[in-house]
């Protein structure tokens, strides 16, 4: 098992809760993170294993070992017992490790029975300080981050992501609750793809489908639920100047982002139209998973004024303004940097970072022109 950043941050949690959530993304390496720390383990979308747990509950809570429950919201049944449990010995800590792919089934059942009583922590596809260094950056950003989508072994892209999208849009999705047609769902997904990077308008998409905007929004709430998109939110700054309220949509992983759009190789890559949003996109998810994985409190956003001006993420964090633009370039210009100065400006951002696929960075944690590289090293050692 390669290790993984959130590991440390999981084991903090696990200490100082009854209960820790573990979600994120199908095949995002979930179960294997988890079967490292306790071999009592159930799945529970296999009905054995759901009846084995009702057999042998009573053991398995006066048990001292972490108990692990995969998938849990196909056992919604378990959710009530979980919470008996907790409160009758409330002061033990680490006891349950439950693991999903957030659908909205599991978050309603999390609120609604363990509230208080349990800590949530996104787990991604692999980040870049995650994989062997000849597989950064380019061969990261080309097949994104999934385990077996390709960043191990690089035949498996671009099949593996049509194949994992296929099985969402046919089975999962719909067992979680979104009522598209899975043909619906797939066109849907292929329109999100072209617009990566873009100001979201579910009117605009949803007179090419068909469908009303509410619609549009209810279905892409399943996508983002399941980790495939990121509705990025405006950033609302009392400026001087009118500012874009509508987020910007993203697709969280760029190889399932290419796989879409039919780009399999890096050469070709480069050459697309659309290239420059496809590395914004890869830098705002590694920045944002980065700090997810380090347990450091953040909120994202992106900046636009009506005349132009335009930050693509600030993280809002520990009473600081983060401004990051990211520009796909190997020599960025001193124009570049005062551009995103004079931005950064506007909302009194402490730290200014131009992220670029330079070889040589220059700067401090305040204001720097540097590869995706450095600005992530920075982040590890700010912990």
């Known amino acids: 098992m390669r290790p993984r950043l959130v590991h ?10 009854p209960a820790v959530a573990l979600i994120g993304p199908r095949q995002s390496g979930k179960t294997t993170l ?3 720390l306790s071999d009592v383990y159930f799945d529970l979308e296999q009905e054995s294993e759901r009846l084995r747990l009702d057999l042998e509950w009573s053991r398995v809570v006066a048990g001292r070992e972490l108990v692990i429950l995969d998938e849990a919201q196909a056992g ?8 008996g449990a907790i409160d009758r010995d409330r002061r033990r800590n680490g006891r349950f490790l439950l693991l999903g792919s957030v659908s909205p089934a599991l978050m309603t059942r999390v609120s609604e029975s363990l509230a208080g009583r349990l800590s949530l922590i996104e787990l991604t596809p692999f980040l870049w300080s995650e994989v062997p260094p000849a597989a950064v950056p380019e061969h990261l950003w080309l097949t994104g981050g999934f385990p077996d989508g390709g960043i191990l072994d690089a035949t498996a892209f671009p099949r593996w992501q049509a194949d994992y999208l ?27 793809a072209a617009l990566h990077g873009q100001t979201w308008n579910a009117s605009q998409l949803g007179r090419s489908l068909g469908l009303s905007y509410h619609t549009v929004d209810r279905y892409v709430d399943y996508l983002e639920g399941a980790f495939l998109v990121r509705r990025l939110p ?7 100047k009118r500012l874009v309220k509508s987020p910007k949509i993203f697709w969280r992983d760029s190889g399932v982002l290419h796989s879409l759009l039919n780009v399999a190789d890096r050469s070709s890559l480069l050459v697309q139209p659309w290239v420059g949003a496809s590395w914004e996109g890869f830098v705002i998810e590694q920045i944002l998973g980065h700090l997810s994985a380090l347990g450091i409190p953040h909120q994202g956003y992106y900046l636009r004024t009506r005349d132009g001006y335009e930050i693509d993420l600030v993280v809002e964090t520990e009473g600081e303004l983060w401004a990051i633009e990211a520009k796909l370039t190997a020599s960025p210009s001193l124009a570049d ?11 009194g951002a402490t730290r200014r970072w131009l992220i670029t696929q330079t070889p040589r960075s220059a ?14 090293e920075r982040l590890r050692r700010g912990r």
């Open 8 to 17: 440390s941050l999981l084991r903090r949690r696990l200490a100082t809760s």
């Open 34 to 36: 988890a079967r490292s």
């Open 76 to 83: 919604p049944e378990v959710f009530p017992r979980l919470r």
């Open 166 to 192: 296929q099985l969402l849009a046919l089975r999962d999705l719909p067992e979680w609750g979104l009522t598209a047609r899975p043909q619906q769902t797939l066109r849907l997904i292929r329109m999100l």
């Open 234 to 240: 405006s950033f609302h700054a009392n400026v001087k």
């Open 337 to 347: 940097l005062s551009r995103l100065d004079k931005v950064a400006d506007l909302v």
């Open 363 to 376: 700067g401090d944690e305040r204001r720097a022109a540097a590869d995706l590289g450095w600005a992530i």
